[in-house]
């Protein structure tokens, strides 16, 4: 009889809803973020809803954190139970949160660009990639002062090379590189030139374009670009030529007399999809054969969003370094 009347007058500690609900939502972002990230990279998702459901995601995350502060409020205060659902939802929720705070600060830290390229005054043109852009994404413009002067504070070692190499020994090693990234080439407009490159990689040399400052220079650069199927200008009888008028600027800490008066372009267009979440960049590599060598230019485009986080940058300055280690026989 004692024992029973001992049970009757337990009193039975309430679980908190909160600490419940933190489980859930953590539980639930876990998969939610897979289904949305999977979805996007094979096309099952366009990328306006993929923010849309990232944003979801996140205010999922914080609602959990806010939930388990919650639960051990109402633990410590009350006694209701909960503790251990809390700590695991908070703990789930701060994981799954990284690599936006990561992201938070990249926006904070870096400028708010999302073009960037080896030359400012004169970036590479698009051509082929038109076709495959919609009026929804990022426009190509030419980039305002602020912005050149926010790109050029920011990455610094962002800049063009020239290579004392054949145009089209420059052009197979860019095409290679290109490839070896898994990027999908959209266009590319082949060099003459089938020489084989020096193994040995003597006397080649890597050279940063730029002035005493180490600011890129502004190049003397062809006025329009070879569009495919048309007559290319300047032939009476349509044909098309591979020679182009350059304008005629002398960049600063160049001399005047270096200045080629007539140069070959080349260009080579892929698309870059991005690790994580798959969102694409287009891209475009502008080669310029120049009497002792070859001038290499490249630009780096997002197609969404008001910020590239950086990425863009990045991918230039290692396709840039990979390049220089490449043509002097360090790579392969």
Known sequence: MAGYVERMTRVERPRSKAAVWCQRLAVFCLPFLVVVILGHRFGAIDTISTFWMLGLAILMMLASLAAGCVGFYELWNYGHKGGISSARGMLLSTVLLVPFLYFAAQALLLPQIYDVSTDLEDP????????????????????????????LQAYPRLTARRYPLDTGQVFREVVALV???????????????????????????AKPVVDASGRPLRLPK?????????????????????????????PVGRDPATIVAEAEE????AVAT???????????????????????????????????????????????????????????
Request: a negative charge; aromatic letters at 6%; proline letters at 5%.
């Open 124 to 151: 590479p043109v698009y051509d082929a990639v038109l076709a495959q852009r919609s009026e929804s994404m990022n426009p190509f413009v030419d980039p305002s002062e602020a912005q050149k002067v926010m790109q």
């Open 179 to 205: 490839k070896d990234r898994d990027w999908t080439i959209v266009a590319t407009e082949a060099a003459p030139g089938q020489a084989a490159i020096d193994a040995e990689g003597s006397g080649l040399v």
């Open 222 to 250: 062809p006025r329009w670009r070879p569009q495919r199927g048309g007559a290319l200008p300047g032939n009476a009888d349509g044909s098309a030529s591979a020679q182009f008028e350059t304008v005629q600027v002398s």
């Open 266 to 269: 080349r260009y080579v267009e």
């Open 274 to 332: 991005s690790l994580l979440f798959g969102f694409e960049s287009d891209l475009v590599v502008r080669l310029i054969e120049e009497e002792d060598g070859t001038l290499v230019d490249m630009r780096s485009t997002s197609r969404w969003g008001a910020h590239d986080l950086g990425s863009n940058a990045r991918r230039v300055i290692d396709f840039m370094n990979d390049l220089d280690l490449s043509l002097q026989g360090l790579r392969r």
